[in-house]
């Protein structure tokens, strides 16, 4: 069996009057992600790895957000789509390995809702979604509660 690797790094801006969209689920917080689409940035770092393990370029390439069609855009369709696109590859989702740096909210609780929502997504088992969340201990633009990023190993493997 032929297997990839692949790794995306995604962050956002953190801004009043929008909501918090993370891994497929909505999450109460004064503030939301800034961004084309919903600015789920765990998401768009799972994209962007599974368009790198399959070669296929990245997030910006195949969805920009110079394009109306993706504004606002529930990143749920762009990880649906992006597994329909490996998929033209012959590759399907191995599993997911991903971490979102967050001050705040606290994810710990919200974790489990998120591995399901994206395994249904992505058509594969919750337990091949491991999703860890930390915080920068109050450094940089995440300490600062400035933004939200998250980072994604993925594993593709080929199917025929």
Known sequence: MKIRVGFGFDVHRLVEGRELWLGGIQLEHCKGLLGHSDADVLI????DALLGAANMR???YHFPDTAGEFKNIDSKILLKRTV???ATKGY???N???T????????KAHIPAMQETLAGVMGIDADDVSIKATTT???GFTGREEGISAYATVLIEKTC
Request: hydrophobic share 45%; net charge negative.
């Open 92 to 94: 399907r989702v191995g």
């Open 96 to 98: 997911i390995d991903a």
């Open 58 to 60: 990245d997030i910006g």
């Open 100 to 107: 979102v740096c967050a001050e705040r909210p606290k994810l």
């Open 137 to 139: 201990e109050r450094l």
């Open 44 to 47: 768009h770092a799972i994209c």
């Open 84 to 86: 329909e696109l490996i």
